[in-house]
């Protein structure tokens, strides 16, 4: 018998875990939306330094000459970014201990049900193989497709996540009631996470570009960025249509098919939320001239939109129809 308190534990790390990841998510949207993704021009240190400094004169008087012989062409110290940066960084390492007692806290599973505690440990595995990549991340001087891929397997890691904590309370899952919601709502949440795929896909596209973009026009007249988008934004801002009600209908049928108490609803209203505020910030990136406060918000909210869809797909895997007598 695993004791509850051990439980109780597990699953309240895990959470916070989860919750950790997307605040990560978030600063490194904030990271990428300021330009600031370079103000640590080097790893594990920052300027060298493991607390980096808050004035160009704690530098040598060199140090564009040093970091360009390093590869860093055009590197300017700017104390706003490199702690922005550093920030940064420290979310990342603050998850690392999170996920490690995440993991370590998964042993009571060992003999009541090993995938979970394999689940936790991969978990721990792949975020030190997502530090490993943040460092090649800089290396490459943020290749968008470096960056892309950094993003991607974070959204890998919360899904994880998601399934260990979901798999750890499979018996309440179990009596979650789908006897009235078609069989088909599955299909279409499969669906559905294919185009929310797909969508952060193409989204990975356009923030390729749109850093581009800012580069070039050195991260001011953000007004007229909108003009040199390339036609993947278009394509991608269109799409939204169709990612938006497909979930509408999915909602629709939950809302129709159970309790107004049932978890199943309560995420369905929250997914329909959190894509609500993913258009809003999307409109606010296409018609205010890029606002750097809704590019973070908008990573963050695609991010979450793949996390819920994906646990309310476990909820139909583990639910059983049940009797109406």
Same mark, same amino acid.
Request: hydrophobic share 50%.
């Given at each position: =018998?695993?004791?509850?308190? #051990?439980?109780?534990?597990?699953?309240?790390?895990?959470?916070?875990?989860?919750?950790?990841?997307?605040?990560?998510?978030?600063?490194?949207?904030?990271?990428?939306?300021?330009?600031?993704? =370079?103000?640590?021009?080097? *790893?594990?240190?920052?300027?060298?330094?493991?607390?980096?400094?808050?004035?160009?004169?704690?530098?040598?008087?060199?140090?564009?000459?040093? &970091?360009?012989?390093?590869?860093?062409?055009?590197?300017?110290?700017?104390?706003?970014?490199?702690?922005?940066? &550093?920030?940064?960084?420290?979310?990342?390492?603050?998850?690392? /201990?999170?996920?490690?007692? $995440?993991?370590?806290?998964?042993?009571?599973?060992?003999?009541?049900?090993?995938?979970?505690?394999?689940?936790?440990?991969?978990?721990?595995?792949?975020?030190? /193989?997502?530090?490993?990549?943040?460092?090649?991340?800089?290396?490459?001087?943020?290749?968008?497709? =470096?960056?892309?891929?950094?993003?991607?397997?974070?959204?890998?890691?919360?899904?994880?996540?998601?399934?260990?904590?979901?798999?750890?309370?499979?018996?309440?899952?179990?009596?979650?009631?789908?006897?009235? @919601?078609?069989?088909?709502?599955?299909?279409?949440?499969?669906?559905? =996470?294919?185009?929310?795929?797909?969508?952060?896909?193409?989204?990975?596209?356009?923030?390729?570009?749109?850093?581009? @973009?800012?580069?070039?026009?050195?991260?001011?007249?953000?007004? &007229? *960025?909108?003009?040199?988008?390339?036609?993947?934004?278009?394509?991608?801002?269109? /799409?939204?249509? @169709?990612?938006? /009600?497909?979930?509408?209908? @999915?909602?629709?049928?939950? &809302?129709?098919?159970?309790?107004?108490?049932?978890?199943?609803?309560?995420?369905?209203?929250?997914?329909?939320?959190?894509?609500? $505020?993913?258009?809003? #910030?999307?409109?606010?990136?296409?018609?205010?001239?890029?606002?750097?406060?809704?590019?973070?918000?908008?990573?963050?909210?695609?991010?979450?939109?793949?996390?819920?869809?994906?646990?309310?797909?476990?909820?139909?895997?583990?639910?059983?129809?049940?009797?109406?007598?």
């Amino acid at each position: =018998m695993i004791n509850q308190q #051990a439980v109780l534990r597990f699953r309240r790390l895990g959470m916070l875990t989860i919750c950790a990841v997307y605040f990560v998510i978030l600063v490194g949207g904030i990271v990428r939306a300021s330009g600031a993704g =370079m103000g640590c021009p080097d *790893w594990p240190t920052c300027f060298g330094q493991w607390v980096p400094p808050t004035d160009v004169s704690q530098l040598p008087e060199n140090y564009q000459e040093i &970091y360009a012989e390093r590869g860093y062409k055009n590197t300017q110290f700017n104390p706003v970014k490199t702690w922005t940066e &550093y920030a940064n960084r420290l979310v990342g390492v603050t998850i690392g /201990f999170l996920i490690f007692l $995440t993991a370590w806290s998964s042993r009571i599973y060992l003999k009541a049900d090993k995938s979970i505690f394999y689940l936790s440990v991969s978990v721990f595995l792949l975020v030190g /193989f997502q530090g490993w990549l943040g460092a090649k991340v800089v290396a490459s001087n943020l290749q968008p497709f =470096m960056i892309t891929l950094h993003m991607l397997l974070a959204l890998f890691i919360v899904a994880l996540l998601i399934y260990a904590i979901a798999k750890s309370q499979k018996e309440s899952l179990i009596q979650i009631d789908t006897s009235n @919601i078609p069989s088909k709502v599955k299909t279409v949440l499969i669906v559905a =996470m294919g185009f929310t795929l797909l969508q952060v896909a193409m989204g990975t596209q356009v923030r390729e570009a749109v850093d581009f @973009i800012a580069h070039e026009h050195k991260y001011i007249d953000r007004e &007229y *960025w909108r003009d040199s988008f390339p036609i993947i934004f278009y394509i991608h801002r269109s /799409f939204s249509a @169709i990612v938006l /009600f497909t979930n509408l209908w @999915i909602v629709w049928k939950v &809302y129709q098919s159970v309790d107004k108490n049932n978890v199943l609803l309560r995420c369905s209203y929250l997914l329909m939320t959190v894509i609500a $505020t993913a258009i809003i #910030a999307g409109v606010t990136l296409d018609r205010l001239g890029v606002p750097p406060v809704a590019q973070p918000i908008h990573l963050l909210m695609a991010n979450i939109i793949f996390g819920i869809q994906f646990f309310i797909y476990i909820c139909f895997y583990y639910s059983a129809p049940k009797d109406n007598n």
